[in-house]
């Protein structure tokens, strides 16, 4: 056990199984698989919308961040609600879906678009929806 009474994570040698040791008396742990981790991210992604604390509906540029460099990604038209839809593949918790709403996609192509040409306006090269 750790000395920070924090649980304690440990990847298997073959990379496959996941162990989360948690510092009770006597001490607890979980043994999960590939599936069973991403399960679990999962369910406490959907537990965590929902509680009181929520996270900050605006993001503030220019912090430090732990970004994944050129991610897949895939967008195509949801026909039905006539949004574009986006699909980002986050190798930590795979592939993430997002619907934007015409207006917001069509302001987000035109961010990337003026970021892409190195705009000197920095102004316009950082903003959110």
Do not use: C
């Not at 991210?41 to 509906?57: C, D, F, L, W, Y």
């Not at 592939?95 to 015409?102: D, G, I």
């Amino acid at each position: 056990m750790n000395e920070n009474d924090e649980p304690e994570w440990e990847l298997d040698e073959e990379l496959s199984t996941l162990t989360i040791t948690f510092p009770t008396d006597p001490p607890v742990a979980l043994v999960l698989d590939a599936e069973a981790v991403s399960e679990l991210i999962e369910g406490a992604g959907q537990v965590r919308a929902k509680m009181r604390t929520p996270h900050s509906e605006d993001w503030q540029g220019g912090q430090m961040v732990d970004a994944v460099l050129d991610p897949r990604w895939h967008s195509e038209p949801d026909v039905l609600l006539e949004e574009s839809l986006l699909h980002i593949r986050d190798p930590r918790f795979g592939w993430l879906h997002y619907a934007l709403p015409r207006e917001s996609a069509k302001a987000l192509g035109k961010l990337l678009l003026r970021q892409v040409k190195g705009s000197a306006e920095d102004e316009e090269r950082h903003r959110s929806n």
